[in-house]
């Protein structure tokens, strides 16, 4: 380390003057023509994708997700027992359709055409979404099926009244926005949500006798069966989102 | 850069709406004139590959754009005939929605959002919200979002709908300038829109192309067919149903200035005049 | 330029990425950040200011060259002396050439170092010049420019071992010249 500093010292004697101010300037006007030929890199890792389009997703949606999820909360606090989970059993429908209203957007409002023409086109657009609104839902399916399994103790109910009808309602919406895509997607799923809601409250009036019959296999069955259809609903609609026909009603 | 149609075919049930269309652009202004139904917007949306032809292929430098995929769309602007916009966008947020799908980073965007806004005038309003704005205002803003990436293909359908003349005037040399570097394929209805700025003219009717060269070739199909006279106002109501009539001018002592387009003399006091890119379209698309 | 002022503290890995991203922006602070540096480590390779402008220059369009294709920006710093390295052995190699082919054979400009310079600095660079080329490299990187053995091996892709043979070589004949003049204790 003596030695060390002892060079460090010698050498320190030669030092290098600086480059000429001119010719710096200039070799900096050079470089920056070159960097603007260089090729851009667009390609977006998926957090960065999720995190964009969550960006894009009106507040509103936002805002309502987390009221039906509220109101879940609240109405198993306060009634508690059989009411608790017949209004659970109802939200869980009108939870699931804000993600399809925002779905069905880009068509609605025209912007199907502009999208499909960028890199990340309305297939991948529809993807994002999905896996946003599918991380949401199921934080938010986790949070109802315990406070069903809390009021009930009854995991069949849970079952039957919060995983099957999460399934069943995202394939239905999924399967409305595909076959009618030009139709103002809130008037679908509000249609569509209250329907199934009403379906949910009816069911859970009379759901021991309507159930009595299955037992765990035949629950298993229900369940995996409403599983693959919602599978097939995504993988559908995400393969549509490729396809022009549907959405092209004014020819040129 | 090359970029090749060849034989493109777009059918729909029995309907044909592109037939057999083959032709090559470069670096450019291409100008496509054809009246409605003659199959330019699917023909554009072919090329953006927002639709697949129904047979043959779209080829850039040889090859397949179906097969690039993104890296195609990379290399693509679009302005749609007409396109929308979610109901609480600003254009700065349309912008910055567009340039995200395109792939820009969050400070390229924000960057080239800014710039592209003062090009075409709207930086001074990019908080309103959309739905306050014009037609023209809107079709400012559709101009801005094709060049978020850099274009090297820009596909512009009916770009100049909407404008006032002096902001076509402006859009006009904003394309030429552009177009040194890229391909630039515009349809139109007004002539005037690519009348000087185009490298070529193509004429599309009924799905194809039934004549594609520069302005003057294109002028060279109506050369001797294009008469002016002047006649009394009676005879030109008569005259505008019965020929193929262009322009029509009032002038004094109640008479009628006429362009008519037609192979022979429409009147004794006809003369012959040089035609112009409006008689072109008049004579296929009215004739 | 977009507000590029908050970009100083930003890391050579984060500024890559921007670049690559089409913030073109980043380049130039990126470019500032090691400008001054490359040229003083090619001053003291070749010995004169005009090859070591050209020397510089020649970097740095290989670095963008290279940009595109880079992606361990960790390590941005040694990938640029390395290039600048390679710019600079290029150097001498069309140097020897000129030489060779007119006849006259200097010792890398020594002639042009001698004009001008105090004359203890003048007496340093003498010793430099006694050491090999490869001696000198490793002592140029470790006492103007700060790299550890460790990363020096990695950037010259040569062994440890064989770097501080190099060194301590180096450091050897350096003291031998230094022997005599009080520089510290």
Same mark, same amino acid.
């Given at each position: 380390m003596r030695n060390g500093k002892a060079v460090r010292f010698f050498l320190a004697e030669n030092r290098a003057p600086a480059p000429d101010a001119g010719k710096k300037r200039a070799d900096m006007d050079l470089f920056r023509e070159q960097v603007l030929h260089l090729p851009v890199c667009r390609k977006k890792k998926i957090p960065v994708r999720m995190w964009e389009t969550a960006a894009f997703i009106h507040p509103v949606s936002w805002v309502l997700q987390m009221l039906f999820l509220l109101c879940g909360i609240y109405w198993a606090k306060w009634y508690g027992g059989k009411t608790a989970v017949t209004g659970i059993a109802a939200i869980v429908p009108l939870f699931t359709a804000v993600g399809g209203y925002e779905l069905s957007k880009a068509v609605f409002y025209q912007m199907w055409e502009l999208e499909k023409s960028c890199r990340y086109d309305t297939r991948s657009v529809a993807e994002m979404k999905l896996l946003l609104f599918g991380m949401c839902d199921l934080a938010a399916l986790t949070v109802f099926s315990l406070l069903v399994y809390g009021e009930s103790g009854d995991f069949l109910q849970v079952c039957f009244l919060v995983l099957m009808p999460f399934n069943v309602s995202s394939g239905v919406y999924l399967f409305l926005l595909e076959q009618f895509p030009a139709r103002n997607g809130n008037v679908l799923l509000i249609?569509?949500?209250?329907?199934?809601?009403?379906?949910?409250?009816?069911?859970?009036?009379?759901?021991?006798? $309507?159930?009595?019959? $299955?037992? @765990?296999?035949? @629950?298993?069955?229900? $369940?995996?069966a409403s599983l693959l259809f919602l599978a097939g609903m995504i993988v559908r609609y995400c393969r549509e989102r490729e396809r022009e026909d549907r959405i092209l009603w004014n020819l040129d | 850069m090359e970029l090749r149609l060849d034989r493109v075919t777009k059918k729909y049930g029995n309907k044909l709406a592109v037939d057999r269309l083959s032709t090559v652009m470069g670096h450019g202004v291409y100008g496509l004139l054809g009246a409605n139904g003659a199959g330019k917007t699917t023909l554009m949306r072919m090329v953006c590959d927002i639709q697949t032809p129904t047979e043959g292929a779209i080829l850039l430098n040889g090859v397949p754009v179906r097969d690039m995929g993104e890296e195609y769309r990379d290399l693509l602007g679009y302005l749609p005939q007409n396109f929308g916009y979610y109901p609480d966008f600003t254009p700065w947020r349309f912008m910055l929605y567009i340039a995200a799908l395109k792939g820009l980073s969050k400070g390229a965007a924000k960057e080239k959002s800014m710039e592209l806004l003062k090009e075409v005038g709207l930086a001074e309003v990019r908080n309103k919200k959309i739905k306050t704005f014009s037609g023209g205002m809107k079709q400012r803003l559709g101009? &801005? *979002?094709?060049?978020?990436? %850099?274009? /090297?293909?820009?596909?512009?359908? /009916?770009?100049? !709908?909407?404008? %006032?003349? #002096?902001?076509?005037?402006?859009?006009?040399?904003?394309?030429?300038?552009? !177009?040194?570097?890229?391909?630039?394929?515009?349809?139109?209805?007004?002539?005037?829109?690519?009348?000087?700025? &185009? #490298?070529?003219?193509?004429?599309?009717?009924?799905? *194809?192309?039934i004549h594609e060269g520069s302005t003057r070739e294109i002028l060279r199909a109506v050369e001797g067919k294009v008469w002016e006279c002047v006649v009394p106002a009676k *005879? !030109? %109501? !008569?005259?505008?149903?019965?020929?193929?009539?262009?322009?029509? #001018?009032?002038? /004094?002592?109640? #008479?009628?200035?006429?362009?008519?387009?037609?192979?022979?003399?429409?009147?004794?006091?006809?003369?012959?005049?040089?035609?112009?890119?409006?008689?072109?379209y008049l004579y296929y698309f009215e004739g | 330029m977009v507000g590029t002022s908050g970009w100083a503290g930003l890391s050579d890995k984060r500024l890559v990425e921007k670049i690559k991203q089409g913030e073109r922006d980043a380049w130039e602070v990126l470019a500032r950040r090691y400008y001054d540096e490359i040229f003083r480590y090619c001053w003291y390779r070749t010995g004169n200011e005009t090859a070591a402008a050209d020397c510089t220059q020649d970097t740095f369009l290989h670095v963008i060259q290279?940009? +595109?294709?880079?992606?361990?920006?960790?390590?941005?710093? +040694?990938?640029?002396?390395?290039?600048?390295?390679? +710019?600079?052995?290029?150097?001498?190699?069309?140097?020897?050439?000129?030489? +060779?082919?007119?006849?006259?054979?200097?010792?890398?400009?020594?002639?042009d170092r001698a004009l001008g310079r105090a004359e203890d600095a003048c007496y340093v660079e003498k010793a430099l010049l006694a050491l090999t080329d490869a001696q000198r490299e490793v002592v140029i990187l470790k006492y103007y420019h700060g790299f550890k053995i460790r990363e020096i091996a990695q950037l010259l892709g040569i062994s440890l071992p064989a770097a501080k043979a190099r060194l301590k070589h180096g450091m050897d004949r350096l003291k031998a010249a230094a022997g005599g003049e009080t520089y510290g204790t």
């Open positions: 249609g569509a949500g209250g329907m199934m809601s009403a379906v949910q409250i009816l069911f859970r009036q009379d759901w021991e006798r $309507l159930t009595a019959a $299955l037992e @765990t296999a035949g @629950t298993g069955l229900v $369940l995996a | 101009i &801005a *979002q094709a060049m978020l990436n %850099d274009p /090297e293909i820009l596909i512009l359908d /009916e770009p100049t !709908a909407g404008l %006032d003349p #002096k902001e076509r005037v402006r859009f006009r040399n904003l394309i030429s300038s552009m !177009a040194q570097e890229r391909l630039v394929l515009l349809s139109t209805h007004i002539v005037s829109d690519v009348e000087y700025i &185009a #490298k070529k003219i193509l004429v599309m009717k009924a799905g *194809q192309i *005879q !030109a %109501d !008569a005259m505008a149903q019965q020929f193929n009539v262009g322009n029509l #001018k009032y002038v /004094e002592d109640g #008479k009628v200035l006429l362009r008519v387009i037609r192979e022979g003399k429409p009147a004794e006091s006809a003369v012959q005049v040089e035609p112009v890119l409006e008689d072109v | 290279g940009l +595109a294709g880079y992606v361990d920006a960790d390590k941005f710093r +040694a990938w640029v002396f390395r290039i600048a390295s390679n +710019a600079c052995v290029d150097y001498f190699r069309k140097e020897k050439e000129v030489c +060779a082919e007119e006849g006259v054979w200097t010792v890398q400009g020594t002639e």
